[in-house]
């Protein structure tokens, strides 16, 4: 196993939902921040969703239709996009910090990265 597993993605068409899942394991067990981010082709990786122990955050495009959450017995975050539109179509990737503070979006404040997820949806 991973030390972050991302599952869940998929197709959809537009207007439906996926959920995405990041287990995380080994050295990541019991982190505190986790975030979910995206890359489609030619574009730069962003991010879409955090959370920490309290908070969370979104990036504007997807704020009312994605929520994240978080299992803190199993250390699983997870991500429900509703709404999905094709312009989220991108590879997802969740990260994970293990110590606080959190970052929010900032790349470069997260430990472990997944391996990615891919999410299609068509029009």
């Not at 975030?35 to 990786?45: D, H, L, S």
């Not at 969703?49 to 955050?57: C, F, P, S, V």
């Not at 790349?107 to 299609?120: C, E, K, L, N, R």
Request: net charge positive.
């Amino acid at each position: 196993q991973g030390t972050l597993v991302e599952s869940g993605g998929g197709s959809v068409q537009a207007g439906g939902s996926l959920r995405l899942s990041c287990a995380a394991n080994r050295d990541a067990y019991g982190s505190s921040c986790f975030g979910w981010f995206r890359q489609a082709p030619g574009k730069e990786r962003e991010g879409v969703a955090h959370i920490g122990r309290g908070n969370t955050g979104y990036v504007y495009s997807v704020k009312g239709r994605f929520s994240i959450t978080r299992d803190n017995t199993k250390s699983t975050v997870y991500l429900q996009m509703n709404s999905l539109k094709p312009d989220d179509s991108a590879m997802y990737y969740c990260a994970a910090r293990f110590y606080e503070p959190c970052g929010g979006f900032d790349q470069f404040s997260y430990d472990y990265w997944g391996q990615g997820t891919q999410v299609t949806v068509s029009s």
